[in-house]
């Protein structure tokens, strides 16, 4: 399985709903960096709560791979997900809105795990669609 095919499990995740996958493809101690990351654990358990908080609030999101490439060790990925905001989300009642959000990942992957991420998006754009921001 080459890296690419590792960073593209990950983002399915978000379309089939399968969280085992982050275990077979992000290492316990993953580093992430990224804009909402004071707000969530490091390690693999961070990526669980991500992404489960996540569903929680936006249980139709779906994620869309734009682009994608791989050089040495690293993953860059372009996504676009969208999904209705159904569910609380860090504090926020549902509002009903649909969003869109695009965001840029670099993932660096050893052995044939995920050990640092970054993720560059707005989550002020998010929080406008939602209209709370």
Do not use: C
Request: charged content about 25%; aromatic content about 8%; glycine content about 8%.
């Amino acid at each position: 399985m080459s890296n690419s095919d590792i960073v593209r499990s990950i983002i399915e995740v978000w379309n089939h709903r399968d969280l085992s996958t982050i275990d077979r493809f992000v290492h316990p101690n993953h580093v992430s960096h990224g804009p909402t990351d004071d707000q969530f654990p490091q390690g693999i358990e961070g990526q669980r709560v991500f992404v489960r908080t996540f569903l929680a609030a936006f249980p139709d999101v779906e994620a869309e791979i734009t682009d994608i490439y791989e050089q040495d060790d690293f993953v860059d990925a372009d996504v676009t997900y969208r999904g209705t905001h159904q569910g609380e989300l860090m504090g926020i009642p549902a509002t009903g809105r649909r969003v869109t959000v695009h965001v840029h990942t670099r993932d660096r992957i050893a052995n044939g795990k995920i050990v640092e991420s970054w993720a560059e998006w707005d989550p002020n754009d998010m929080m406008r669609q939602l209209g709370v921001g």
